[in-house]
């Protein structure tokens, strides 16, 4: 059971911190790519913390790298752990692990979908 909750943690931690990066540094950059300037500035008046947030973007992506990175690394020393032998609890085992990895996935592909927007797109306009 405590394996079953670090996996889940784990998973929320990465998703939590890949969507840190989506919020502070992506969207506003896809606003402005698909013309909605407008949107953007309604946007930040009404959450103005988005222009503080945005002011630390380098600091949030690279906090988010390493603890995608740790993340990825649990997970991969949790994969091969065995599972127990009791057949109910081989089946949560292993179906919490393949949660988790589609987790970790989703978390790794909003991170990099994030650093795009924010620094390789803007080059190439």
């Not at 300037?37 to 380098?58: C, E, N, R």
């Not at 790298?65 to 089946?91: E, F, H, Q, W």
């Amino acid at each position: 059971m405590f394996q079953k909750d670090n996996s889940f943690k784990i998973g929320m931690i990465t998703l939590l911190a890949s969507s840190s990066t989506l919020i502070c540094c992506a969207l506003p950059a896809l606003f402005i790519l698909i013309g909605a300037g407008a949107t953007l500035a309604s946007l930040v008046d009404f959450f103005p913390q988005l222009i503080l947030i945005s002011k630390y973007k380098i600091h949030i992506t690279v906090s988010t790298a390493v603890i995608l990175l740790i993340a990825g690394i649990l997970l991969r020393k949790s994969s091969l752990l065995p599972c127990p032998t009791d057949p109910v609890l081989r089946d949560t085992c292993l179906n919490i692990r393949k949660k988790s990895k589609i987790i970790y996935k989703i978390s790794v592909g909003i991170f990099f979908f994030a650093s795009f927007f924010t620094y390789i797109l803007p080059i190439y306009l």
